[in-house]
């Protein structure tokens, strides 16, 4: 076995900073290259949560940083103290602590299926502000005392305020108190799906076996439930069982439990028996002592200007505000400049994403009003207007109920856009929808078409 050259680690790391900053944490510093052995370079890092952020998000990179600076075909391995002990095995899958990988051919593992918990997001790195103070205050009680301090803890908010980050700082807590704790971290779509696959497998027992045990029960984005999916009937039990037997269930969701349409109401109400706390947007204060402490954590030197900079120009949430500080982490890179509020501007003068919430392939409102006022040719102006007659209703409420259906705004941010509309109105919209839907045929069709032309599939 050779010990790794002690210069490796800084080429390495060097190299990822350049290359790939977006997945650097200023703990790269702290990975010890163990050794190379059978053209695997094993590398280790002392928490389990590091290990595990390294092992799902950053294997290709490291693989390629490695290649690029010895000049080698080498893979590598993350590795925890307990392993380094260990020679390399051959050909294994290595997993590690709760989060095991998936073995082969034995069909869906319930375990595997848990979210990964960022090291960045735990209690130490959210900022406390007026929009979010009570959800905080609340997380910490409910991770301090998982079943007694506030069972369901609903968190609701727009996209990008930090409720998934305050759901994995829950977990982590507890975890870092009881090691052992049984914690169910899932999104709701992966619940929605391994559901339908534990059905389809005949595998109902494992399902509710791995949900009903659980200690500790963490939902993200509760809001995808559907009462037109048999999930929500199974979530309602598992909901119960846990509940009943004091386990800490926690939730999260963008809209309150009674505004979420296609809840039902012995769900609304049992959400609504614990804690729901809401995260408001953060005021400016806040925004720049955000973008001050996403700039340490990410190892990036920024003049105070900056930040004031960036905070006075976007104010809707927190993901917008990273996204602005690494397009200009990027700029400075490509001019190879420190960053200064003139290279700040220029870096966000062009900012596509100002305005935005559009994410990867999800189509844009724009497009889906196109489409909408295409199909049912009415005036942009009306869709947009308080006009109440049928003939623009119609197309309204569809605007809406796409908007919802395949985008991240939030019921607040699609109302805004529909003519000032409030919350209740996109709520009773996606409703509406819903039930026509569901009664007349010609309108599913129609409404199928322009699904189908807004994800870009087809002409109408
Ligand atoms: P949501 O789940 O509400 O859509 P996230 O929890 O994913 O939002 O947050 C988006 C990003 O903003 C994450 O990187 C998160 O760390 C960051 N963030 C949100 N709120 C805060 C806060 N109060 N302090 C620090 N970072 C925050
Ligand atoms: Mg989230």
Not at 196 to 213: I, L, N, S
Not at 256 to 280: H, K, M, Q, W, Y
Not at 422 to 429: C, P
Request: proline share 5%; with cysteine; charged share 25%.
């Amino acid at each position: 076995m050779s010990r790794p050259d002690p210069e490796l680690r800084k080429d390495l790391i060097a190299y990822l900073r350049l290359n790939h900053p977006e997945m650097c944490r200023a703990w790269f510093d702290d990975i010890e290259p163990v050794d190379f052995e059978g053209g695997v370079l094993r590398l280790c890092v002392r928490e389990p949560v590091q290990l595990r952020y390294l092992q799902r998000a950053c294997m290709d990179p490291f693989k390629e940083a490695a290649q690029a600076v010895t000049g080698m075909l080498i893979s590598v391995r993350f590795v925890s103290p307990e392993e380094c002990e260990q020679p390399e095995p051959s050909e294994l899958t290595m997993g590690h602590g709760r989060q095991k990988a998936v073995p082969r051919n034995e069909g869906i593992d319930l375990a595997a299926e848990q979210m990964v918990l960022s090291p960045d997001y735990v209690f130490d790195n959210f900022i406390v502000g007026p929009g979010n103070r009570l959800a905080l205050m609340a997380a910490s009680a409910v991770a301090e005392k998982p079943g007694r301090a506030y069972n369901p803890y609903f968190i609701h908010g727009g996209v990008g305020l930090g409720k998934t980050h305050l759901l994995q700082a829950i977990c982590q807590l507890i975890l870092a108190d009881q090691p052992d704790a049984n914690i169910c971290y899932i999104s709701c779509s992966t619940f929605m799906d391994l559901f339908h696959e534990c059905v389809k497998a005949g595998r109902m027992q494992d399902f509710r076996h791995h949900f009903r045990t659980a200690d500790v029960l963490v939902i993200d984005d509760i809001h995808f439930l559907s009462k037109h999916d048999r999930s929500q009937e199974e979530f309602f039990h598992t909901f119960n069982t846990l509940y009943q037997s004091g386990r800490q269930i926690v939730l999260s969701s963008d809209a309150a439990p009674a505004e979420i349409p296609d809840l039902e109401e012995r769900l609304t109400s049992r959400f609504n028996c614990g804690l729901v706390a809401r995260i408001e947007r953060p005021c400016y204060e806040t925004r720049v002592a955000i973008l001050k402490a996403k700039a340490l954590l990410h190892d990036l030197e920024l003049p105070d200007d900056v930040p004031a900079y960036i905070a006075a120009r976007l104010d809707t949430n927190i993901r917008e505000l990273e996204g602005a500080l690494s397009r200009i982490r990027g700029f400075a890179l490509a001019e190879n400049e420190p960053i200064t509020l003139e290279l700040a501007k220029k870096a966000l003068a062009d900012d596509p994403s100002r305005g935005g919430g559009v994410e990867g392939a999800a189509p844009s409102i724009q497009t889906i009003i196109e489409s909408v006022t295409r199909y049912y040719d009415v005036k942009l102006t009306d869709l947009l207007s308080k006009r109440r007659h049928k003939s623009i209703t119609v197309p309204r409420q569809i605007c809406m109920w796409l908007a919802r259906r395949h985008t991240r705004f939030s019921l607040e941010e699609i109302g805004g856009y529909f003519g000032g509309r409030d919350h209740t109105t996109v709520m009773h919209a996606i409703r509406a929808v819903n039930r026509r839907r569901d009664e007349d045929s010609s309108f599913s069709d129609a409404l199928d078409r322009l699904e189908t032309n807004v994800l870009g599939r087809v002409e109408i």
